[in-house]
C-alpha cells in the first residue's frame, strides 16, 4: 500500500515535481509561496538537481528558458506579482516552443495588494500571459493531492505540445496540509532531439529562437500553434461534475472555491433544492463540452470565484448565452462562505435574478 504523508500544498508539489523529473527549479521568495523554493533548496541537491535563487523573478524565468531549450525538465514558481514580473520570460518561452512549468500560488491584488487567498490572476494566466499571439496550458487543482497530480499532467503535456503550462492555485492550497500519496517517480523521459546542445561539431546544431524578421515567417508559426491549440482543445480538457444530472441550479467554481461550492451544493440537496457543482480542472483550455453537458438541465447557472468575476465570461461564452449565468465572489483576500453561497442558490432556485 502507498505511503500517505501530511504535507503542506507547497512542499507538496514541490517533491511531486521532482518525482516528476524537474532538475532545474529556478525562483525568488514571495508569500505565500516561499515554501516551494525553500523545499527545493533541500532536496534538488539530494536527487542530482539544480536549485538556483535568483536575483529576482525576471531572472528566474530567464534561467527557465535556458534549461528548457536544453531539454531540461525545469519549474520556476510564484505568487501574483512575481507572475507578473515573469510574463515576458513566458511570452518568450511560447515563441521559442519551449515546455516549462509555472507554478502560481496567487494572493490578492491588485499591487502588492495582500498575503491572503485569491483567484484574481485567472485573466493573467487564460488571456494574457504574456505578449503576442500565444496560449498556456492552465490546470486548477482544488485539493493537495491534485496539484501534485496535475504537475505530473502539466509536465507531460508540456513537453508533448512544447508549450508553457501553469498550475493556478491559491493561498489556501499552497498552506493548508493533507494527506497525499504520490505517484511513482518518472522512469524515462521523453527524447527531445530538438533541444540545444552546443556541440555543432559532434551533433547536429539545434537553435531555439523566437525572433522573426520576415513577417509572412512568424505569421505562419503562429498559425501553426493555433492549429495545435485546436487539437489541444479537442483532446486535453478536464472537469469534474457533481449531482449535476438533474440539477436545475448549476454552480461553476474552481480550485479552493470549488472545495466551499461543494458544501453549498450538498445543503441545498438536504433543503430539497436540485443544485449541483461543474469544476473545471482546466481552465485553457476551458472544458465548454463538459460544462454544456452538465447544464443541460439547469435553469441557471451561478460562478463563484475569489475574484470580481474574470471566469464568469468563459462560462456565459461556453454556454452560449443560452442560459442565465450570474457571479457570487469576494476579493481582497476575503473567501466566500458556504453559508454565502448556499444563500445565492437560494435565492436563484425561487426564480430570482439579478
Given at each position: 500500500?502507498?505511503?500517505?504523508?501530511?504535507?503542506?500544498?507547497?512542499?507538496?508539489?514541490?517533491?511531486?515535481?521532482?518525482?516528476?523529473?524537474?532538475?532545474?527549479?529556478?525562483?525568488?521568495?514571495?508569500?505565500?509561496?516561499?515554501?516551494?523554493?525553500?523545499?527545493?533548496?533541500?532536496?534538488?541537491?539530494?536527487?542530482?538537481?539544480?536549485?538556483?535563487?535568483?536575483?529576482?523573478?525576471?531572472?528566474?524565468?530567464?534561467?527557465?528558458?535556458?534549461?528548457?531549450?536544453?531539454?531540461?525538465?525545469?519549474?520556476?514558481?510564484?505568487?501574483?506579482?512575481?507572475?507578473?514580473?515573469?510574463?515576458?520570460?513566458?511570452?518568450?518561452?511560447?515563441?521559442?516552443?519551449?515546455?516549462?512549468?509555472?507554478?502560481?500560488?496567487?494572493?490578492?491584488?491588485?499591487?502588492?495588494?495582500?498575503?491572503?487567498?485569491?483567484?484574481?490572476?485567472?485573466?493573467?494566466?487564460?488571456?494574457?500571459?504574456?505578449?503576442?499571439?500565444?496560449?498556456?496550458?492552465?490546470?486548477?487543482?482544488?485539493?493537495?493531492?491534485?496539484?501534485?497530480?496535475?504537475?505530473?499532467?502539466?509536465?507531460?503535456?508540456?513537453?508533448?505540445?512544447?508549450?508553457?503550462?501553469?498550475?493556478?492555485?491559491?493561498?489556501?492550497?499552497?498552506?493548508?496540509?493533507?494527506?497525499?500519496?504520490?505517484?511513482?517517480?518518472?522512469?524515462?523521459?521523453?527524447?527531445?532531439?530538438?533541444?540545444?546542445?552546443?556541440?555543432?561539431?559532434?551533433?547536429?546544431?539545434?537553435?531555439?529562437?523566437?525572433?522573426?524578421?520576415?513577417?509572412?515567417?512568424?505569421?505562419?508559426?503562429?498559425?501553426?500553434?493555433?492549429?495545435?491549440?485546436?487539437?489541444?482543445?479537442?483532446?486535453?480538457?478536464?472537469?469534474?461534475?457533481?449531482?449535476?444530472?438533474?440539477?436545475?441550479?448549476?454552480?461553476?467554481?474552481?480550485?479552493?472555491?470549488?472545495?466551499?461550492?461543494?458544501?453549498?451544493?450538498?445543503?441545498?440537496?438536504?433543503?430539497?433544492?436540485?443544485?449541483?457543482?461543474?469544476?473545471p480542472i482546466t481552465v485553457w483550455p476551458y472544458p465548454k463540452r463538459e460544462l454544456t453537458g452538465a447544464a443541460k438541465t439547469a435553469k441557471a447557472v451561478l460562478t463563484v470565484e475569489m475574484s470580481m468575476g474574470q471566469m464568469v465570461e468563459d462560462v456565459r461564452a461556453a454556454?452560449?448565452?443560452?442560459?442565465?449565468?450570474?457571479?457570487?465572489?469576494?476579493?481582497?483576500?476575503?473567501?466566500?462562505?458556504?453559508?454565502?453561497?448556499?444563500?445565492?442558490?437560494?435565492?436563484?432556485?425561487?426564480?430570482?435574478?439579478?
Amino acid at each position: 500500500m502507498a505511503q500517505r504523508l501530511l504535507m503542506k500544498g507547497n512542499e507538496a508539489v514541490a517533491e511531486a515535481a521532482i518525482r516528476a523529473g524537474c532538475r532545474h527549479f529556478y525562483g525568488y521568495p514571495i508569500t505565500p509561496q516561499t515554501e516551494v523554493a525553500a523545499y527545493m533548496s533541500k532536496r534538488m541537491p539530494k536527487v542530482g538537481g539544480l536549485f538556483l535563487q535568483a536575483e529576482s523573478e525576471i531572472g528566474a524565468i530567464n534561467m527557465v528558458m535556458g534549461s528548457a531549450a536544453a531539454g531540461k525538465r525545469t519549474m520556476t514558481s510564484s505568487s501574483s506579482p512575481g507572475i507578473s514580473l515573469k510574463t515576458e520570460g513566458i511570452s518568450f518561452l511560447a515563441g521559442s516552443d519551449l515546455p516549462a512549468v509555472i507554478l502560481n500560488i496567487q494572493r490578492a491584488g491588485p499591487g502588492l495588494g495582500g498575503i491572503q487567498p485569491s483567484q484574481a490572476d485567472y485573466n493573467q494566466a487564460v488571456k494574457a500571459a504574456g505578449h503576442g499571439d500565444f496560449k498556456m496550458l492552465v490546470f486548477t487543482p482544488a485539493t493537495v493531492q491534485e496539484m501534485c497530480d496535475c504537475v505530473f499532467t502539466v509536465f507531460d503535456l508540456t513537453d508533448k505540445y512544447r508549450m508553457p503550462g501553469m498550475l493556478l492555485c491559491d493561498g489556501l492550497l499552497g498552506q493548508m496540509m493533507e494527506p497525499v500519496v504520490f505517484p511513482e517517480p518518472v522512469e524515462g523521459l521523453p527524447a527531445k532531439p530538438w533541444a540545444v546542445n552546443g556541440h555543432r561539431n559532434a551533433r547536429p546544431g539545434n537553435l531555439v529562437n523566437s525572433l522573426y524578421l520576415h513577417p509572412e515567417a512568424l505569421e505562419a508559426r503562429v498559425r501553426e500553434r493555433f492549429e495545435m491549440y485546436k487539437t489541444i482543445e479537442e483532446t486535453e480538457t478536464q472537469a469534474e461534475c457533481f449531482m449535476t444530472e438533474d440539477a436545475e441550479i448549476v454552480v461553476v467554481a474552481y480550485g479552493a472555491c470549488a472545495r466551499i461550492a461543494r458544501s453549498a451544493v450538498t445543503a441545498a440537496r438536504e433543503a430539497g433544492i436540485k443544485a449541483g457543482l461543474f469544476r473545471p480542472i482546466t481552465v485553457w483550455p476551458y472544458p465548454k463540452r463538459e460544462l454544456t453537458g452538465a447544464a443541460k438541465t439547469a435553469k441557471a447557472v451561478l460562478t463563484v470565484e475569489m475574484s470580481m468575476g474574470q471566469m464568469v465570461e468563459d462560462v456565459r461564452a461556453a454556454l452560449e448565452y443560452k442560459k442565465p449565468v450570474e457571479f457570487f465572489g469576494r476579493t481582497g483576500g476575503v473567501v466566500p462562505t458556504p453559508a454565502g453561497v448556499l444563500g445565492e442558490i437560494t435565492r436563484m432556485a425561487k426564480g430570482e435574478w439579478l
